[in-house]
């Protein structure tokens, strides 16, 4: 029982360390975040509450949208639904390296962690994923983005329009950090990550491709190369890499 104990303390340590690059990309995005929802005439406590619900950037910003625009509710749940749809798929992958046997209460613990950094971070970790490590990413993740958000309603527009853009394209910069590593050290990864460059520049330069709307094209993208990928490049289950 120790000894298990033990592991899972390790599983969290580790979950925290991978975790604090996403907790300081997070809260700088979300303080340029929190500085749009006081424009949009959110509260410090609504802002934050929303950052610690929903977890996620692109849903959110599109929600401060909704939000000055006065849109109903069905517009809103019908937007972020199809925002966040790409979750599901994310979901369906990281199921596959969960350990056996892990319980469905810890299941959907782990499910309602599931962003982008957090999705990257776990399926490129060699080991399989166990709950205390995912809780121990989410543990510093939620948190980051939860502050960055109340920091940024507190700061208002005390910065200048300059600082704001630059923290806006903070996360972008981290996802890079995330997928690099990887991308170099495995031609399977280096291959996604190209086909989804290239079929994202299609669809934003393409006229007729461009209508789409940017929940749909990730949905539709992340259908293609994850697909195309499994079909190219199938991973071996453990029983299997273990008879080879």
């Not at 993208?221 to 990928?229: N, S």
Request: with cysteine; hydrophobic share 55%; proline share 5%.
């Amino acid at each position: 029982m120790s000894l298990q104990t033990s592991d899972q303390t390790e599983e969290w340590k580790a979950g925290l360390h991978d975790g604090l690059p996403i907790c300081l990309g997070y809260f700088a995005v979300a303080f340029a975040f929190g500085i749009q929802a006081k424009s949009a005439g959110l509260t410090a406590f609504q802002a934050a509450l929303m950052s610690l619900t929903n977890l996620t950037s692109a849903g959110q910003f599109a929600a401060l949208e909704l939000i000055a625009a006065g849109a109903p509710y069905f517009e809103m749940a019908l937007t972020q639904f199809v925002i966040n749809l790409r979750y599901c798929l994310m979901s369906c992958a990281l199921s596959q390296k969960i350990k056996k046997g892990t319980a469905p209460a810890h299941r959907f613990g782990i499910a309602f962690g599931v962003t982008d950094e957090i999705f990257g971070v776990s399926v490129c970790r060699p080991k399989a994923l166990t709950p205390a490590y995912s809780y121990g990413l989410m543990a510093v993740a939620i948190p980051g983005w939860t502050a960055g958000t109340l920091f940024g309603v507190i700061a208002g527009d005390l910065l200048p329009a300059s600082v704001i853009n630059a923290l806006g394209i903070a996360i972008y910069g981290m996802f890079l950090a995330i997928i690099i590593p990887a991308a170099r050290q495995e031609r399977p990864v280096l291959a996604v990550v190209l086909c989804a460059v290239a079929l994202s520049t299609i669809f934003y330069y393409v006229p007729v491709l461009s209508a789409v709307s940017s929940g749909f094209r990730i949905i539709l993208i992340t259908l293609v190369v994850a697909g195309g990928a499994a079909l190219l490049f199938p991973v071996p289950d453990e029983d299997e890499a273990g008879s080879k």
